[in-house]
Nanobody, 126 residues
Framework: QVQLVESGGGSVQAGGSLRLSCAASGFTSTSYRLAWFRQAPEKAREGVAAAYTAANSAFYGDSVKGRFTISRDNAKNTVYLDMTRLSPEDTAVYYC???????????????????WGKGTQVTISS
């Protein structure tokens, strides 16, 4: 049974940092594209970052470039999202997602992911 479990969310003040973790089980993550999405109230789910294993490459949404870093520890089947210089606009529920190879569509399209975690809340106060 495939499971993605996020952790690390919480409340911090603007300018602060948080690290999110997503532990994957039930599959070998090395063959999957792993990503983070977020969804704020009354807004569409937004792609934050994605990491590919084979190319050892990462992609980021424009709103988080230079502030967020995605990384993966394949030995632990875990993907991380290091978030810095947080602002109230980053407040959202953050979801981990996994897409098996062959990957479908753009990394930022939620429809291309077969598995999702339940999400973790991130709240940034001004």
């Amino acid at each position: 049974q495939v499971q993605l479990v996020e952790s690390g969310g919480g409340s911090v003040q603007a300018g602060g940092s948080l690290r999110l973790s997503c532990a994957a089980s039930g599959f070998t993550s090395t063959s999957y594209r792993l990503a983070w999405f977020r969804q704020a109230p009354e807004k569409a789910r937004e792609g934050v970052a994605a990491a590919y294993t084979a190319a050892n490459s990462a992609f980021y949404g424009d709103s988080v470039k230079g502030r967020f870093t995605i990384s993966r520890d394949n030995a632990k089947n875990t993907v991380y999202l290091d978030m810095t210089r947080l602002s109230p606009e980053d407040t959202a529920v953050y979801y981990c997602a996994a897409a098996p190879y062959p990957y479908a569509g753009s990394w930022s399209n939620p429809g291309g992911y077969a598995y999702w975690g339940k999400g973790t809340q991130v709240t940034i106060s001004s």
